[in-house]
T-cell receptor, first 113, second 113 residues
Framework: GDSVTQMEGPVTLSEEAFLTINCTYT??????LFWYVQYPGEGLQLLLK?????DKGSNKGFEATYRKETTSFHLEKGSVQVSDSAVYFC????????????FGQGTTLQVKP | DAGVIQSPRHEVTEMGQEVTLRCKPI?????LFWYRQTMMRGLELLIY????????DSGMPEDRFSAKMPNASFSTLKIQPSEPRDSAVYFC???????????FGEGSWLTVV
């Protein structure tokens, strides 16, 4: 079945460092891909998405490009801030076109001043 | 517009008691999802509804769990009897349907002692 694999955390960075969180997926079709962010004590918020190959999603300085050839959707940010500390989830829309999302296990990011 | 509204935000209950979690999806959304989040298992889809009809409940852990959606603006997730291993954050989410962004509520934090 469809699945998402994220790099294990926690990821600890200093402020202004470059961030990459790896995400790869397995799917029988052409899913849409998403990154959600969860701040402490809150629900998940959509960070960005891409709906087809080579699309780049971007928001709040974060970017991710839908790479069909490598089945990847890595999250990047050029300069992280302390306020970016959160758990990041990669997800795909399942191939059966039901609208439900399949999530990776989440990667915790901690940014230190 | 109001987001997905869940209640209660926090609940502590004793083993064996009935727990009812409530959700009001975003107006106009016709898909509703219940997810459970734990440290061990991450985010798991329990059940989802489309146009108030349960489509897939294969993620519901066992018969102690039940979910209803009597109308387009309300859903409940019930656990009876509750057990300590049910302690988790339960998220409700909604969307306009397949391919559209899923919006999450802030979660119901359940502790069963």
């Amino acid at each position: 079945g469809d699945s998402v694999t994220q790099m294990e955390g926690p990821v600890t960075l200093s402020e202004e460092a470059f961030l990459t969180i790896n995400c790869t997926y397995t799917a029988t079709g052409y899913p849409s891909l998403f990154w959600y962010v969860q701040y402490p004590g809150e629900g998940l918020q959509l960070l960005l998405k891409a709906t087809k190959a080579d699309d780049k999603g971007s928001n709040k300085g974060f970017e991710a490009t839908y790479r069909k050839e490598t089945t990847s959707f890595h999250l990047e940010k050029g300069s992280v801030q302390v306020s970016d500390s959160a758990v990041y989830f990669c997800a795909l829309s399942d191939s059966s076109n039901t609208g439900k999302l399949i999530f990776g296990q989440g990667t915790t990011l901690q940014v230190k001043p | 517009d109001a987001g997905v509204i869940q209640s209660p935000r926090h609940e502590v209950t004793e083993m064996g008691q009935e727990v009812t979690l409530r959700c009001k999806p975003i107006s106009g959304h016709n898909s509703l999802f219940w997810y459970r989040q734990t440290m061990m298992r991450g985010l798991e889809l329990l059940i989802y509804f489309n146009n108030n009809v349960p489509i897939d409940d294969s993620g519901m852990p066992e018969d102690r769990f039940s979910a209803k959606m009597p109308n387009a603006s309300f859903s409940t997730l019930k656990i009876q009897p509750s057990e300590p291993r049910d302690s988790a954050v339960y998220f409700c989410a909604s969307s306009r349907g397949s391919g559209n962004t899923i919006y999450f509520g802030e979660g119901s934090w359940l502790t069963v002692v």
